[in-house]
């Protein structure tokens, strides 16, 4: 048996002698189509779950910027507090405080929106692979089938040949 790899369409064509000529059979895989589709569905998966994880990152960041401002107005607020302060800036830094804190809540109701959103990326990303991954050991599988019985077509030729050339020579 001879094996020749086909590089336009990686399919592997099998070669078998025979006493009439050599004839040849192609590796299909019936299920390749759906194989591929799988394999699309796993990288738009990764797409997904990289771009949510990009933008719950940003956010992360976005998160850490809102609480160090907040921070600070809390900070600039008992400094003042301490040298004096009237009565109006201190109800602007209240109003201040209050719609930072506001701005906040939203941000982390956002960041667990994109937390859950990451969550579900991965499920859909690992069910992807796992559907992928079924489909690639089945054509294992079959191009394991395939081989042994190009294996024992080509050991019964040559079985056939020896038993042939044997009664010949005598």
Do not use: C, W
């Not at 809390?74 to 302060?85: A, D, K, V, Y």
Request: hydrophobic share 35%; glycine share 2%.
């Amino acid at each position: 048996m001879v094996t020749s790899d086909l590089a336009a369409n990686k399919k592997k064509i099998y070669f078998f002698p025979r006493a009439n000529g050599i004839i040849y059979m192609a590796d299909n895989f019936k299920l390749q189509t759906v194989l591929n589709h799988r394999q699309r569905l796993e990288n738009l998966a990764q797409q997904k779950l990289a771009d949510s994880l990009r933008r719950e990152t940003a956010m992360q960041h976005q998160l850490a910027s809102q609480r160090a401002a907040l921070n600070k107005l809390h900070q600039e607020l008992t400094h003042r507090q301490q040298s004096g302060i009237t009565v109006h800036e201190l109800l602007l830094f209240r109003l201040s405080i209050n719609r930072q804190r506001k701005d906040l809540k939203a941000l982390l109701e956002q960041t667990e929106k994109l937390h859950r959103e990451v969550k579900n990326n991965r499920q859909l990303l690992a069910e992807s692979a796992q559907e992928k991954k079924l489909l690639e050991n089945l054509k294992e599988k079959k191009e394991a089938e395939q081989k042994y019985q190009a294996n024992r077509r080509e050991s019964a030729t040559l079985d056939d040949i020896a038993l042939r050339l044997g009664k010949h020579s005598l």
